[in-house]
């Protein structure tokens, strides 16, 4: 099994653009899509990414995605931060046995 | 519109059975090719997945739960459930169902979680 390993926290100023990594530990990222969700406190998580780098409809275009084989690392980027953006992102993937691996989650504070 | 609840007790003791139901309304259970999706997250850690079930009644399990796992659906109460047994301490968490369209598909509707607490 694999991996997926993202940094414990990020901050960034409103306005500016942040961007969270998350990097597996073996096989290519590219094998396999990549989502993000968005946990705010005491709600549900919500999918801001699927695909690798697909929005589902209400998600803002402040909102991407990427992979990048190089580093085998998938990367969400958020820009123009707001306030509403602070909240706990999780990137999720899958192994080759078809069983769901999430990333440790990233806490994005915006200040 | 969707919506998934679950339900159960929110305290067990150590080496029981822990025992939850997601209870689905706002669609059918059977509708669609949809995997229902059992994962928790225990206070400062990650989300952690632990199984799925497909209408069938088909079922995947992460190698981590495997041995202590059961998911089992009943389409009749629009239900799903997990039972997790010989449960310690680590498996206190916040416990989420989850629905995908397929099982590389995201989760596009959660349940709002329901803290399991394990301690005599």
């Known amino acids: 099994n694999f991996m997926l390993t993202q940094p414990h926290s990020v901050s960034e100023s409103p306005g500016k653009t942040v961007s969270i990594s998350c990097t597996r530990s073996?096989?290519?990222?590219?094998?396999?899509?990549v989502q993000w969700y968005q946990r705010r406190p005491g709600s549900a998580p919500t999918t801001v990414i699927y695909?690798?780098?697909?929005?589902p409809s209400g998600v803002p275009d402040r909102f991407s995605g990427s992979i990048d084989s190089s580093s085998n690392s998938a990367s969400l980027t958020i820009s123009g931060l707001k306030t509403e953006d602070e909240a706990d992102y999780f990137c999720?993937?899958?192994?080759?046995?078809?069983?769901?691996?999430f990333g440790g989650g990233t806490k994005l504070t915006v200040l | 519109q969707v919506q998934l609840q679950e339900s159960g007790p929110g305290l067990v003791k150590p080496s029981q059975t822990l025992s939850l139901t997601c209870t689905v309304s706002?669609?059918?259970?059977?509708?669609?090719?949809?995997?229902w999706t059992w994962i928790r997250q225990p206070a400062g850690k990650g989300l952690e997945w632990i199984g799925r079930?497909?209408?069938?009644?088909?079922?995947k399990y992460s190698p981590y739960f495997k041995s202590r796992v059961t998911i089992s659906i009943d389409t009749s109460k629009s239900q799903f459930s997990l039972k997790l047994s010989s449960v310690t301490a680590a498996d206190t968490a916040v416990y989420h169902c989850?629905?995908?369209?397929?099982?590389?598909?995201?989760?596009?509707?959660w349940g709002q979680g329901s803290l399991v607490t394990v301690s005599s």
């Open positions: 989850a629905r995908s369209s397929g099982w590389d598909r995201p989760f596009d509707y």
């Open positions: 706002g669609g059918s259970i059977t509708s669609g090719t949809y995997y």
């Open positions: 079930i497909y209408t069938s009644g088909t079922t």
């Open positions: 073996s096989g290519n990222i590219a094998n396999n899509y």
């Open positions: 695909e690798d780098n697909r929005r």
């Open positions: 999720q993937s899958y192994d080759p046995s078809n069983h769901v691996v």
